[in-house]
């Protein structure tokens, strides 16, 4: 039963983000009530705001679900080049995957939406930030990385997931990804310098 109840929600929390991304790209994100989200979706005004408590929590739907992606991804990866390349791994994926292509086929999009919005930009900046001070404290916890090292690191990758967001949201459709993934995989090999090479052998 409990199985069911989540898979409810689930499906519910997706029809919501999806009904105001359907409202964004066709009015504006300024121009869009949560009252005309819930509307379109079929639901009270209430149940809507049990999932998603304000309009910029509609446009990051998927955070919670990119943090995960990117803990896991650098789970029990050593803090070394190794873990540069995990994260370069998971963000190629992420440039290259469904939800990416969805968001440059509609101007209802998060990257297209924090592209064209300076408070919607600024609240991505804002959860890259928190996403970072969390790897941070697992670089120091887990992996014995002293500050500011650790925070560097993190603000580092963390940056290169800001920069692909901006350049999906400025990308002319699916022509522009080999672009973008080549820039973010120069930008990686930037970053080299910050994270040591593993030991031989």
Known sequence: MTGLREQKKVRTRAALAGAASDLFARYGYPNVTMTQVAELAGVADQTLYNYFPTKESLVFDKADELEAGVLAALAGCPADARMLDAFAGWL??????????????????????????????????????????????????SHDVPEPAAQVRADALLALFVHAVERLGAAQGEAGLPAIAADLAASVEALRPLFPPPPEG
């Open 92 to 141: 190629s994926a992420f440039v290259s995957g469904g939800d990416a292509r969805r968001a440059l086929a509609s101007p209802g999009g998060m990257p297209r939406l924090a592209a064209a919005s300076t408070g919607l930009h600024r609240a991505l900046l804002d959860y890259a930030h928190q996403m970072a001070a969390k790897l941070a404290a697992d670089l120091r916890h």
